[in-house]
């Protein structure tokens, strides 16, 4: 009889345990004025590596409220988005070249001189 109570509680927990289908129980968020990059599962990566292409936090784009527009780095950064989606459209093999880090390197202004020869 013990093994049995013992087998249904471990079965129990492990169901209870598990995140309700959809994330946080409230279904998949969905994300207001965006203009540029698509609401699916690739924005949060994008911004993610955004904000580490220019060594920045999320608040330097966004207000606490992100569907607004308040911040010109924002508008700056759907500019940024646009161009890069532009430059690696051209690309025929369909891969991703160019991205904030080419020409930001981890600093809100890009760099615009080549290195210094070595």
């Known amino acids: 009889m013990r093994p049995l109570l013992f087998a249904l509680v471990v079965c129990s ?3 209870f345990a598990q995140a309700p289908e959809g994330g946080r129980g409230r279904g998949p968020v969905k ?3 965006l203009q540029v990059l698509p609401d699916d599962s690739t924005l949060i990566p ?3 590596m955004a904000a580490t292409g220019l060594g920045v936090m999320c608040d330097y784009c966004h207000e ?3 569907s607004l527009d308040t911040k010109p780095t924002k ?3 759907r500019m940024m988005f646009s161009m890069v989606k532009d ?3 051209k690309f025929p093999d369909g891969k991703v070249h160019v991205t904030c880090y080419t020409c930001h390197r981890g600093m809100t202004e890009p760099l615009t001189a080549p290195p ?3």
């Open 64 to 66: 606490q409220d992100r």
């Open 75 to 77: 508008v700056t950064a």
């Open 87 to 89: 430059i690696n459209s």
């Open 31 to 33: 994300h207001k004025n």
């Open 13 to 15: 927990v492990a169901l």
């Open 46 to 48: 994008n911004m993610r």
């Open 116 to 118: 210094a020869a070595q």
